[in-house]
C-alpha cells in the first residue's frame, strides 16, 4: 500500500529554510544601501519576469528565495535605505519583524476576546502604554471611558471616526436609514486625501466636505472653520466631523487644536485628530506641544507604521466614549455569540473596525516598545529631528534655496529658488541618480521638495550627502535651463 504524499513543509525544512530567510533579511539590511532607492523597473517588466503558468508541481524553497532575490528585488524601491526620504516614512526594525513573523507563525484570528484572548488583552494593554508614553489624554485609556485599537491604517482609523461621528450627529438612525444629504464635515486643503475617501465610503458624499482656509504656516483657520459652519447650519444642514491634522503630508503643519476644540466643543462636533506620522514625536515631552489641545479631541490616530520603527501596517486609534464606536459598528450573528462576549467583561475588537477578522498585531508594537524601551525611541526620534533641523539650517544659509514651509520637526520643504523647473528636473534627476529619494508637494503653487527623516537607519552622513548631492545636480541643472 502506497503513502500518502504529503506536500507541506515538514517542520524540519521550515527550521532550515526559516533560518535562510532571516539570514536573506539580516543581509538585505546590510547591503541596502548598495540598491538605487528608487525601482528601475519599466511597467510590466516584474510580470514578464515571471512565468505565464503557476506551478502544476511544488518547487524546492532555497529556487524561490532565490527568484526572490533575482526577479523581485530589481521591482523594489527600497523603503528602509538610510537614503530614502521620500513621503513620510514605513520604517521598521529587527523586534518588529520578528513580531510579524511569530503573528504569522501563531496564525490567530482576533476578531473575538475568546478567539484568541491574548491578542485582545495584549493590545489594550500595549495601546493604554501608549497613551502613557505619549502623554495622551487619559480619556483614551480602556479604563476610562474611551480605548485604543490597531487599525490596519491611519484611513481605515478616519473613516471609523467618521462613521462615528455621523452616527452620534443623527442619534444612531444613519445606520437604519442611510443619510439624507444634511450630514457636512469639514478639513482644511492640506488634509490627507483620506478624508476624501472617507466621505465618499461613508455616504456622506464628498461634496459635503468643506475645505477650511489654511494660514502662511499652512494650519487651519479656526475663524475660517467657525464661519463655514454657521453658514451650513444657517442652510438647514448638519455639521458633523471636524479632521484636524497634527502634521499635515505635504508640509507638517499642525492645525490649532485649542481653537478648533472649543469650536467644536460648542457646536457638539465630532473632532478627530489625524497625527499619523508626526503623532511618534511626543514620545520626547519636549515635542509635545504638537497635541495641545488634544484632550478635546473624540478621537485621534497616529502611525507607529511610519516612525515608531513598527512596520506596516499599525494605526494606533484611539476613541474618547468607546460607546459610540461600538454602537456604530457592531453587528452580532448568532454564529459569533459567544459566552465570554455576553458576559459584557471582554473587548471584542470587531465592533471598532470594518472588517471582521484580525491580525495580531500588537504583538510587533510590544516587541519594539520593549527592545527598544521608551527612551531608546525617544534617543531616535531625537536623532531624526536633529539632523532634518540641520538640514533646515542648510538650506537656510544656501542662497540657491530657500524653505517653503516651517519645519517644526523632520520634514524640510524646501525648494530651488530658480523656479518650477529648476526644481522638477533637479528632483528628477536626484532620483535617477539611485543615490536618494525625495518627493515632493506643492505649496502656494509652487512646487516643492520634501525631505523626511524618519527611516530606522539614517545617519548625519546620509543627510550630508544628501544635501551635498542636492548641490551638485542643482549646479548641473542650472547650466541646462
Ligand atoms: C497625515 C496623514 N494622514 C493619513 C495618511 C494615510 O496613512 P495610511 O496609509 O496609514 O492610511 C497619511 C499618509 O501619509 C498622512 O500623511
Same mark, same amino acid.
Given at each position: 500500500?502506497?503513502e500518502e504524499?504529503?506536500?507541506?513543509m515538514t517542520?524540519?525544512?521550515f527550521?532550515?529554510y @526559516?533560518?535562510?530567510?532571516?539570514?536573506?533579511?539580516?543581509?538585505?539590511?546590510?547591503?541596502?544601501?548598495?540598491?538605487p532607492v528608487?525601482?528601475?523597473?519599466?511597467?510590466?517588466?516584474?510580470?514578464?519576469?515571471?512565468?505565464?503558468?503557476?506551478?502544476?508541481?511544488?518547487?524546492a524553497?532555497?529556487a524561490?528565495?532565490r527568484?526572490?532575490?533575482?526577479?523581485?528585488?530589481?521591482?523594489?524601491?527600497h523603503w528602509?535605505?538610510?537614503?530614502?526620504?521620500?513621503f513620510?516614512?514605513?520604517?521598521?526594525?529587527g523586534?518588529?519583524?520578528?513580531g510579524e513573523?511569530?503573528?504569522?507563525? !501563531?496564525?490567530?484570528q482576533?476578531?473575538?476576546?475568546?478567539?484568541?484572548?491574548?491578542?485582545?488583552?495584549l493590545e489594550t494593554h500595549?495601546?493604554?502604554?501608549?497613551v502613557?508614553?505619549?502623554?495622551?489624554?487619559?480619556?483614551?485609556?480602556s479604563?476610562?471611558?474611551g @480605548?485604543?485599537?490597531?487599525q490596519?491604517s491611519a484611513?481605515s482609523?478616519?473613516?471609523?471616526?467618521?462613521l462615528?461621528?455621523?452616527?452620534r450627529?443623527?442619534?444612531?438612525?444613519?445606520n437604519?436609514?442611510?443619510?439624507? @444629504?444634511?450630514?457636512?464635515a469639514y478639513?482644511?486643503?492640506q488634509?490627507?486625501s483620506?478624508?476624501?475617501?472617507?466621505?465618499?465610503?461613508a455616504g456622506?458624499?464628498?461634496?459635503n466636505?468643506?475645505?477650511v482656509?489654511?494660514?502662511?504656516?499652512?494650519?487651519?483657520?479656526?475663524?475660517d472653520?467657525?464661519?463655514?459652519?454657521?453658514?451650513d447650519?444657517?442652510?438647514?444642514?448638519?455639521?458633523?466631523y471636524?479632521?484636524?491634522?497634527?502634521?499635515?503630508?505635504?508640509?507638517?503643519?499642525l492645525?490649532p487644536l485649542?481653537?478648533?476644540?472649543?469650536?467644536?466643543?460648542e457646536?457638539?462636533?465630532? !473632532?478627530?485628530?489625524d497625527g499619523?506620522m508626526?503623532?511618534t514625536a511626543a514620545?520626547?515631552p519636549?515635542?509635545?506641544y504638537i497635541?495641545? @489641545?488634544l484632550?478635546?479631541a473624540?478621537?485621534?490616530c497616529?502611525?507607529?507604521?511610519?516612525w515608531m520603527f513598527?512596520?506596516?501596517?499599525?494605526?494606533c486609534?484611539?476613541?474618547a466614549?468607546?460607546?459610540?464606536?461600538?454602537?456604530t459598528l457592531?453587528?452580532?450573528?448568532?454564529?459569533?455569540?459567544?459566552?465570554?462576549t455576553?458576559t459584557?467583561?471582554v473587548?471584542?475588537y470587531?465592533?471598532?473596525?470594518?472588517p471582521?477578522g484580525r491580525?495580531?498585531?500588537s504583538?510587533?508594537?510590544?516587541f519594539v516598545?520593549?527592545?527598544?524601551?521608551?527612551?531608546?525611541l525617544?534617543?531616535?526620534?531625537?536623532?531624526?529631528?536633529?539632523?532634518?533641523?540641520?538640514?533646515a539650517?542648510?538650506v537656510?544659509e544656501s542662497?540657491r534655496f530657500e524653505?517653503?514651509?516651517?519645519a517644526p520637526?523632520?520634514?524640510?520643504?524646501?525648494?530651488?529658488?530658480g523656479?518650477?523647473t529648476?526644481?522638477?528636473r533637479?528632483?528628477?534627476?536626484?532620483?535617477?541618480?539611485?543615490?536618494?529619494?525625495?518627493?515632493?508637494?506643492k505649496?502656494?503653487d509652487?512646487?516643492?521638495?520634501r525631505?523626511?527623516?524618519?527611516q530606522?537607519?539614517?545617519?548625519?552622513?546620509?543627510v550630508?550627502r544628501a544635501w551635498?548631492?542636492i548641490?551638485e545636480?542643482a549646479?548641473?541643472?542650472e547650466?541646462e535651463v
Open positions: 500500500m502506497s504524499p504529503i506536500f507541506h517542520p524540519d525544512e527550521r532550515r @526559516g533560518r535562510a530567510v532571516v539570514d536573506w533579511i539580516a543581509d538585505y539590511y546590510e547591503r541596502v544601501e548598495s540598491f528608487l525601482s528601475r523597473v519599466q511597467p510590466g517588466a516584474i510580470r514578464a519576469s515571471l512565468p505565464a503558468e503557476p506551478p502544476l508541481h511544488g518547487e524553497f532555497p524561490i528565495l527568484d526572490v532575490g533575482e526577479l523581485i528585488i530589481p521591482g523594489i524601491t528602509q535605505s538610510p537614503n530614502f526620504f521620500a513620510f516614512p514605513a520604517n521598521t526594525s523586534p518588529a519583524i520578528l513573523l511569530l503573528s504569522a507563525g !501563531l496564525g490567530i482576533g476578531m473575538l476576546w475568546a478567539t484568541s484572548p491574548a491578542c485582545t488583552e500595549v495601546l493604554d502604554w501608549v502613557d508614553m505619549l502623554e495622551l489624554p487619559r480619556k483614551f485609556r479604563d476610562s471611558t @480605548g485604543g485599537v490597531i490596519d484611513s482609523a478616519s473613516l471609523c471616526a467618521l462615528a461621528a455621523r452616527e450627529a443623527t442619534r444612531y438612525t444613519s437604519d436609514k442611510g443619510c439624507d @444629504g444634511r450630514l457636512v478639513a482644511s486643503s488634509t490627507h483620506s478624508i476624501e475617501k472617507a466621505m465618499k465610503i456622506l458624499g464628498r461634496n466636505l468643506r475645505l482656509e489654511i494660514d502662511e504656516a499652512f494650519a487651519m483657520r479656526p475663524e472653520l467657525a464661519r463655514q459652519i454657521k453658514r447650519r444657517s442652510l438647514g444642514l448638519v455639521p458633523c471636524v479632521c484636524a491634522t497634527v502634521g499635515t503630508t505635504s508640509s507638517n503643519a492645525d485649542p481653537e478648533i476644540g472649543k469650536i467644536c466643543g457646536e457638539g462636533i465630532w !473632532l478627530h485628530v499619523a508626526c503623532g514620545i520626547c519636549e515635542y509635545r497635541h495641545a @489641545g484632550e478635546l473624540d478621537s485621534y497616529f502611525n507607529p507604521h511610519k513598527t512596520n506596516f501596517d499599525c494605526d486609534f484611539y476613541v466614549d468607546r460607546a459610540a464606536l461600538i454602537q457592531s453587528v452580532l450573528p448568532e454564529y459569533l455569540r459567544n459566552k465570554a455576553e459584557g467583561a473587548i471584542d470587531r465592533d471598532w473596525q470594518i471582521l491580525r495580531f498585531r504583538l510587533k508594537l510590544w516598545i520593549r527592545h527598544y524601551g521608551v527612551e531608546g525617544r534617543w531616535h526620534i531625537r536623532q531624526h529631528v536633529e539632523l532634518a533641523q540641520q538640514f539650517r542648510w537656510r542662497d524653505l517653503a514651509a516651517p520637526l523632520n520634514l524640510v520643504c524646501f525648494r530651488h529658488v523656479g518650477d529648476i526644481n522638477e533637479l528632483l528628477d534627476r536626484l532620483n535617477r541618480s539611485g543615490k536618494v529619494y525625495l518627493t515632493h508637494t505649496l502656494n509652487r512646487y516643492t521638495l525631505l523626511c527623516i524618519g530606522t537607519h539614517t545617519e548625519a552622513r546620509h550630508q551635498q548631492l548641490q545636480m549646479t548641473e541643472v547650466q
